[in-house]
């Protein structure tokens, strides 16, 4: 089972809705039972990095997204905020994050138009299983901040607006990505597709 983590800053219903058509068994929740339960948790984002943090820490999920990730390595998603969160620090309010990955949040320079809206090239790197095997692909980006992790390899997935920035991240069971998988038509449901097959202990293709 896939918790989706529901919090005032998200947008759970729609990551939900591209579970239901997936086939996957998924639930919307900020029950820390069902978080701990569960065989993977997906955190998704809209708004901003602060607000994130704030929604979590007044739910008192900030403790129990540790135990379960860090402690129990239940596998983990963040898609768009739910990326930027990963990371140490966002200029985005100033804040500190969760701290999963190390690395800072930051603004896009002048020079391109802020936010980044629409389709986007993705180029994958690495051997990490969600993206082993897979080729250049097209994604739908809402983001005026990108992620910067401290370690290249932490970076399984490479865009470019202004400059390269780090578009997917992946390391060990932590996973996130600054594109809205459930909004990037087939390529993004497939990426969703691998990562509900890892929680299943299913063979990724």
Known sequence: MIA?????????????????HLGEEAVLTADPDQILGADGIILPGVGSADATME??????LIEVLN??????KTLFLGICVGMQVLLSHSEEGD????????????????????P??????????????????LKEDYF????????????AQDTAG???????????IA???????QFHMEKSGPAGLDLLKRFCAMTKGEAVC
């Not at 804040?95 to 391109?112: A, H, M, N, S």
């Not at 739908?140 to 370690?151: E, I, K, Q, R, T």
């Open 140 to 151: 739908y980006f809402v983001n005026s901040y990108y992620a910067s992790p401290d370690c």
């Open 158 to 168: 490479e865009a470019e607006y202004g400059h390269p920035f780090c578009a997917l």
């Open 116 to 133: 980044q809206m629409g389709y986007n090239a993705v180029r994958f790197k690495g051997d990490h299983p969600l993206v082993q095997g």
């Open 95 to 114: 804040c500190d994050t969760l701290g999963w990955i190390p690395g800072q949040v930051k603004r896009f320079e002048e020079g391109v138009r802020i």
């Open 4 to 20: 989706v983590i529901d919090y005032k800053a998200g947008n759970g219903p729609s990551v939900k809705n591209a579970l239901d």
């Open 67 to 72: 135990e379960a990730v860090l402690n129990k």
């Open 55 to 60: 929604s979590l820490r007044e739910l008192g």
């Open 171 to 177: 390391r060990d069971n932590i996973m996130g990505s």
